[in-house]
């Protein structure tokens, strides 16, 4: 059996789509004040378009309420999509929160540490190393 091609782009396309009306749809619709300011950072749909992973991340708020808040949530914005999306099935929606931001902050602010430690050894090492020539003249002659 000869396997079946899509068109190119169409999953990018979905997934874009999704996260941008989505974003709108928390953003007007739902009332629940568990859910802050929330950003949708990317959505991934299977390829047979069963279900989607929002990754998701707060301003406001605790991250695991808003989670349980928008996977509450889940069936009636499944609901709302389906009104706007054009497509055969529209995912069931399942929301993560995305610790990305949080580790790249974590990881700047090592680079930053490990930074500073090596910057002040090199001045340490450098005044030591000075301490060390002063004591000889500049033409190695002793003076007496």
Do not use: C
């Not at 991934?44 to 708020?61: R, S």
């Not at 020539?133 to 007496?144: A, C, F, L, M, P």
Request: charged content about 30%.
């Amino acid at each position: 059996m000869a396997k079946k091609r899509g068109v190119p782009g169409r999953n990018l396309r979905i997934n874009d789509q999704i996260q941008r009306d989505l974003s709108e749809l928390i953003q007007r619709e739902v009332k629940d004040p568990r859910i802050g300011l929330v950003t949708l950072q990317s959505v991934e749909v299977t390829p047979d378009y069963a279900h989607a992973k929002v990754f998701y991340t707060t301003l406001t708020g605790d991250p695991k309420a808003t989670g349980e808040a928008l996977n509450e949530a889940a069936g009636y914005l499944r609901n709302l999509l389906f009104k706007r999306l054009h497509i055969h099935t529209v995912p069931t929606l399942h929301f993560h929160f995305d610790q990305s931001i949080e580790r790249a902050i974590e990881m700047a602010r090592l680079i930053d540490t490990a930074n500073a430690t090596r910057a002040k050894d090199e001045a340490d090492e450098g005044v030591a190393d000075e301490g060390t020539h002063g004591d000889k003249e500049s033409d190695g002659k002793s003076v007496d």
